[in-house]
């Protein structure tokens, strides 16, 4: 595929800034933007949020739960019924 320049003005603050979110995400610029392009293409909106919010071990904990299906509560079947285990 062939590879085209594109250039960005933006204020040299905002840029540094940038590049060293992309550095701790793990990203070069250039690979961010055409990350952010390509998505927004694909979703015809602006699509997404990245950021480094990193969950705490107790949401780790339960995301792992979820994931192999541990220490879930019960189930209902209507409101009614959850409120009945609720009130018990």
Known sequence: ????????????TLK??????????GLTM????????KTM??????????????PNAETLAAIRDVNQGKNLSKTFSSVAELME????
């Not at 595929?1 to 040299?12: E, G, S, Y």
């Not at 540094?16 to 995400?25: A, P």
């Open 41 to 54: 293409v694909r979703q015809q909106r602006i699509p997404f949020e990245i950021s480094l919010d990193t």
């Open 30 to 37: 250039t690979a961010a933007f055409t990350i952010f392009a």
């Open 16 to 25: 540094q800034q940038f590049d060293h979110l992309c550095n701790e995400l």
């Open 1 to 12: 595929m062939a590879q085209t320049n594109v250039n960005i003005r933006m204020d040299d």
């Open 85 to 88: 285990d609720l009130n018990s």
